[in-house]
């Protein structure tokens, strides 16, 4: 029997890169998956694909810094399914600058799509993942939240508080049944870093800090998703899993 069979997931910003991989990913266990993305040809093009690969999928087009729209998105998925098993909050942005210099503008982007669009996505979703009896919250951090770089100032910084955000509501939602985690990925390939790594000396200075002495991949971050969305996860919550370059702890 595939691994998620028959729960109704939904992954935010699943339009490329780690999201995309983790809703593919989860289709071909067995899941319904709900494509949400700001993009909606992004959005569309990823459920096509699953839809064409034999798995269940569906588009919807949501900007997570929007309130009205992540409810009308819970709305939709409470009427198509009536509960919901697992969110992934992957929907994020960054922003390189050096901190003199970041202005109002980027600090107020990132910090309303990193954590306020986790905010009101796992808000939002409380009665669907109650419905369901054994929901899970999987929200997506960053190694970046305690190993600190120049000019990430304002990306550590929500996904810090992601992590703690996730504690909290781990101890929160637990007496309902609702299990929240958190992943923490290291340098992956994906096009948010893909012009660092891209060049030689960058990379080859980044790549020397990961144990395994390579970069990870999409597909890593959704196998350890795909670990936390399943019931062979059924007994841990508040877990903050650290994947850097192969490594997986705890913190």
Known sequence: MRRLEDKIALVTGAGAGIGRAIAETFAR??????????????????????????????????????????????????????????????????????????????????????????????????????????????????????????????YSATKGAVSALSRSLAVEYAPYGIRVNTLLPGYVETALIGRYISNPMIAKALITQTPLRRFGTPQDIANAALFLASDEAAYITGACLNVDGGMATTL
């Open 29 to 154: 266990e067995g899941a319904a998956v709900i494509v949400a993305d700001c993009d909606a040809e992004a959005a569309a093009e990823v459920a096509g694909a699953i839809v064409k690969s034999n798995g269940a999928a569906s588009a919807h087009t949501v900007d997570v810094t929007d309130t009205p729209q992540v409810q009308a998105l819970m709305g939709a998925i409470g009427k198509s399914h009536g509960r919901l098993d697992v969110l992934v909050n992957n929907a994020g942005v960054g922003e390189r600058s050096d901190f003199r210099h970041l202005s109002d503008e980027a600090w107020d982007r990132v910090w309303k799509t990193n954590l306020d669009g986790t905010v009101r996505c796992a808000r939002e979703a409380f009665d669907l993942l109650k419905a369901s009896g054994k929901g899970s919250i999987i929200n997506l951090s960053s190694i970046m939240a305690s190993k600190h770089t120049r000019q990430m100032a304002v």
